[in-house]
């Protein structure tokens, strides 16, 4: 696990979109850069991605229910079933 902590308006979402797509492995978008002529490995890894802005913070439980159903929505993009009783359940499971 990694945490990414920049300053304010300086670019945290253009970096995560990037490693996005660089462990998708979509080479087309990398066509007239560095990384595209290097020994990257272009294979597709499974990508846990969550975007904290969109998860309902109003009350503990509300947030807990919010997290659970975005895991649970990763987890269906990857034809997976977590399981568990709380969202730390939920992430352990799915990672």
Not at 19 to 43: M, P, Q, V, Y
Not at 49 to 72: G, H, Q, Y
């Amino acid at each position: 696990p990694y945490f990414l902590s920049r300053p304010r308006r300086f670019g945290k979402s253009l970096l995560i979109s990037t490693l996005h797509a660089l462990f998708s492995g979509k080479r087309d978008l990398f066509e007239d850069l560095w990384i595209n002529g290097s020994n990257w490995d272009w294979a597709v890894y499974p990508i846990i991605r969550m975007d904290m802005s969109t998860i309902n913070n109003k009350t503990p439980d509300m947030f807990e229910r919010a997290l659970i159903n975005a895991l649970n929505e990763i987890a269906n993009q990857h034809n997976l079933v977590l399981s568990g009783e709380t969202s730390s359940d939920y992430l352990s499971d799915l990672i």
